[in-house]
């Protein structure tokens, strides 16, 4: 049954939960409206982390004393909590579906909708199962009480966002990298591998490194004056400080506080071990050629779509490049296809965001009607 719903006027929802960072949007728009962290306090709201700035001295002076200043110290925790983070996904699947419900509702909210008038397009990852697109779709209608629904591999969205239905797709999202052969705006599930080191496993491997460059506290326990136990969130924390030299790396030189200042050469090599760990980049993207039809291989290797934020880290197209030219399609010309860095940070969201408002993907939409009489299995049946 076609739906006469969504598109343009009606202002679809289009939302990527991701490991690190979820998207929400409005279907047409170029990007998303809101991009929000991922993560959540379980027993309460995590504490601010506030980097300091350190253009304004002033922003540490008054609250550091020369003694501390003398710590290298990049970043504080401003209200240390019993609280525990807690993320919606976990090695590359939905995990915690409260997490998954709040960051929902407080997008709806930011983007004063209310939903029960508007379409819901959500990317689910490539291999999610079946229970979890189940509960996605439960969620969806359940609590948002939405009109209607479409679930859609994130892998066909990040090739849509390119203008291509057919494409190999390499993900380094933050909890997971993944290669995914698509054809014709379907992912083939057989060929798809994927690997749980992203750019959180990058976040631990610049955290080693800091602690060599720079031999002293990266976080400091303190909160107002006062050492804390920081418990759980002590490691949450260093990381987060790792992510966030990580990000600079491409801006140049970053200085400490105390002057000390980490030089992002010294990082350069931390992309490889995307490439060296067992499950790596090279393994995923064998073993997604070699499970796909041997017409196709041709096409996809000359589209091939990086995405993702860990796509970000300087070197790493490059190193990919490399590696699918020299070692693994040595007889065919390969093709990197990515877009600029805001874009593949948002990717499948634009994907997303150009799927739902074709015209002719109107009648692909689950109605709230559909789903009440059918329920979810009718819906996957027919989308996968
Ligand atoms: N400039 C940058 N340099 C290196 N890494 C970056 C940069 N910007 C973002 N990242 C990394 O990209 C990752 C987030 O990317 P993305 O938003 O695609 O992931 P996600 O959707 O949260 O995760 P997943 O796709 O695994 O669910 C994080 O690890 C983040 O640190």
């Known amino acids: 049954m076609a739906v006469a719903i969504g598109g343009d006027e009606t202002g679809a929802i289009v939302g990527d939960v991701g490991h690190l960072v979820s998207k929400f949007g409005f279907a047409g728009e170029d990007a998303p409206k809101c991009v929000v962290a991922s993560t959540l306090g379980r027993n309460g709201p995590l504490p601010e982390f506030r980097p300091i700035d350190i253009s304004d001295p002033k922003s540490y002076e008054s609250e550091y004393t020369p003694s501390d ?5 990049y970043s504080e925790i401003v209200l240390p909590t019993n609280t525990e983070p807690a993320t919606p996904l976990r090695d590359g699947d939905f995990d915690d ?10 997008a709806v909210a930011r983007m004063k909708v209310d939903a029960r008038n508007h379409p819901v397009l959500a990317a689910i990852p490539s291999w999610t199962t079946s229970q979890s697109q189940e509960k996605y779709l439960e969620m969806i209608f359940e609590t948002f009480d939405t009109p209607a629904a479409y679930l859609s591999r994130s892998a066909a969205l990040a090739a849509f966002s390119i203008g291509r239905s057919s494409a190999l797709v390499v993900d380094c999202g933050a909890g997971t990298t993944s290669a995914a052969p698509v054809v014709d705006g379907y ?3 057989k060929a798809t591998r994927r690997s749980s080191f992203g750019g959180n496993f990058l976040d631990a491997k610049v955290l080693e490194k800091l602690e060599e460059v720079v031999p002293r506290c990266v976080v400091r326990e303190r909160c107002r004056g ?7 969130l ?11 030299v990580k990000e600079s790396l491409s801006s140049g030189p970053i200085e400490l506080p105390d002057g000390t200042t980490i030089d992002p050469t010294e990082f350069q090599e931390v992309p490889d071990h995307l490439f060296t760990v067992d499950d790596g980049l090279p393994s995923l993207l064998r073993a ?9 291989r041709k096409d996809l290797l000359q589209s091939v779509v990086l995405t993702g934020g860990g796509s970000l880290f300087p070197g790493l197209a490059d190193r990919l490049q490399h590696e699918l030219s020299s070692r693994l399609a040595s007889s065919f010309k390969t093709k990197i296809l990515s877009a600029s860095s805001i874009e593949r940070r948002f990717s499948v969201w634009i994907g997303g965001s150009i799927l739902a408002s074709l015209g002719s993907f109107q009648q692909m939409w689950l109605s709230r009607a559909e789903y009440m009489e059918d329920g979810p299995l009718a819906a996957q049946e027919r989308w996968n």
């Open 226 to 232: 006062r050492d804390v136990d920081l418990g759980p």
């Open 187 to 189: 992912v083939l599930l």
């Open 234 to 244: 002590r490691r949450y924390a260093e990381l987060e400080v790792a992510r966030e």
């Open 288 to 296: 997604a050629l070699e499970r796909s039809d041997v017409d196709v």
């Open 69 to 73: 200043i003398a710590r290298p110290t």
């Open 97 to 106: 579906w409260c997490v998954v419900e709040e960051l929902w509702a407080r």
